[in-house]
């Protein structure tokens, strides 16, 4: 539990916070007094983490003073604090482990060791362009040393001077959106549309779209051929955020354990559609559990598509894809592969964040976003409070779900999907 204590000649005062799970946990009163505490709970652990910066940061700005921690070990489950007797340079971090650093005009902001990716909560680190795994910020050289962070990286990074973009990444086949009153489904092939992280198999390693390779465990592709092969890195319906934390991370960690590599083409085998599948299907007899080639089947009819998009999305998933008889495998986009959705979806990039007002007064109200064409919206729902309380960065590529585009070509009724984490 951080503890936080206030004295100014009047008034000799403590305060304290700890987060368990989706609790907080604060205790309060005199100094030399065991003082009142309370629990509140809240939807998450995102939730409960956002809430526990903005009452370190209010408590911050009211003059208390980091004074050292109660509890011997933090842990992730915890809040944690740095010693207030540490210099600069002599601190570190374990797998999972946070800390509390003092920032500039008294704001407080959280370190973290994540598979041996290094965050910080502070704007600085949080906009960068780089990837994650390379930034670092004022607050992790003093909290670990210039010495430390220069043997992690490398080098001290600078500041990207340009976006990384799909020219960047493997020639992959992109889908084109299905359209009821253009596209015929019949004779084409379903399949389910995978809420997960595409990736290519190269033959060696993964490589995400933009090119950026996945470190996976040597046991997780032991089984895979040295041939490219086109999937998606899945940890089961609804849990797209989860998978990306574990494919970000660079310490080949066993959290990979609760990822599946489901495969559905086979760029370089010869012949159309049909004869890739089939030889995917001979490759992927001998897989162990966590490998498998995506199961397709004849659409019927139109009706037959709406039947089977039903019965996904009543499962929790996300969609339907389809694919043409015969097509052959193309990089860009291409009519032969369509993605069937109840709603549609887009992506933009972060402009500007719009102050919000009323309830949402000290937070975001909603973010400025601009397609890729350069028409720029906002979007102000589907937000949770820890995403208002930390939102997107600018410069972050997002997707927005929407009814239908205006004749302007406007997203009507935007809503906040997620961060697009494997987009720069």
């Known amino acids: 539990m951080a503890r936080y204590e ?35 709970s809240h939807a998450d652990e995102a939730a409960a983490e956002a809430d526990v910066a903005k009452q370190i940061a209010g408590k911050a700005k009211k003059g208390y003073a980091l004074a050292g921690s109660v509890c011997a070990a933090p842990s992730a489950a915890s809040v944690s604090s740095a010693p207030s007797t540490s210099t600069p340079g002599s601190g570190d971090l374990a797998d999972g482990q946070t800390v509390e650093v ?5 704001r407080i902001y959280t370190l973290r060791n994540a598979g041996g990716v290094y965050s910080c909560s502070c704007p600085a680190w949080r906009n960068q362009s780089v990837p994650i795994e390379a930034r670092t910020c004022k607050h992790l050289r003093r909290f670990r040393g210039d010495a430390a962070e220069t043997e992690r990286l490398g080098s001290l990074p600078e500041r990207s001077t340009r976006t990384r973009t799909a020219a960047d990444g493997p020639p992959l086949l992109l889908a084109m959106s299905y359209d009821a009153t253009v596209h015929d489904p019949t004779g084409w092939w379903m399949s389910e549309k995978l809420d997960g992280v595409r990736a290519l198999w190269d033959g060696s ?16 592709t032991a089984a895979l051929p040295g041939v490219p092969l086109d999937g998606e890195l899945f940890g089961g319906r609804g849990q797209f955020q989860h998978t990306v934390g574990v494919v970000r991370r660079i310490d080949r960690s066993e959290a990979w354990r609760a990822l599946r590599f489901v495969v559905f083409d086979a760029p370089e085998h010869e012949g159309g559609f049909e004869q890739r599948l089939q030889g995917l299907q001979g490759l992927a007899g001998g897989w162990p559990e966590h490998l498998s080639a995506l199961e397709h089947a004849r659409c019927g009819s139109a009706e037959a598509l709406e039947a089977e998009m039903d019965r996904i999305v009543g499962l929790g998933g996300e969609g339907l894809m389809l694919r ?13 592969l369509l993605k069937v959705k109840r709603f549609h979806e887009i992506e933009a990039r972060v402009v500007a964040h719009v102050p919000g007002t009323g309830r949402h007064e000290g937070r975001l109200g909603a973010l400025r976003v601009a397609l890729e064409n350069g028409t720029i919206f906002k979007v102000g729902t589907g937000f949770s409070d820890a995403e208002r309380e930390a939102p997107p960065a600018v410069g972050v590529v997002v997707t927005v779900r929407y009814q239908e585009l205006t004749k302007a070509g406007v997203p009507r009724f935007p809503s906040f999907l997620r961060v697009r984490s494997d987009v720069d």
């Open 102 to 106: 003092p920032g500039s005009g008294g």
């Open 6 to 40: 206030l004295s100014d000649g009047t008034s000799h005062k403590f305060w304290e916070i700890e987060r368990t799970g989706s609790e907080v946990t604060t205790r309060w009163g005199r100094i030399g007094t065991d003082g009142r505490s309370k629990t509140k």
């Open 324 to 336: 043409k008889p015969g097509s052959a495998y193309v990089a860009g986009r291409s009519e032969t």
């Open 205 to 220: 390693r993964f490589l995400s779209r933009l090119g950026k390779e996945f470190a996976a465990p040597e046991w997780f």
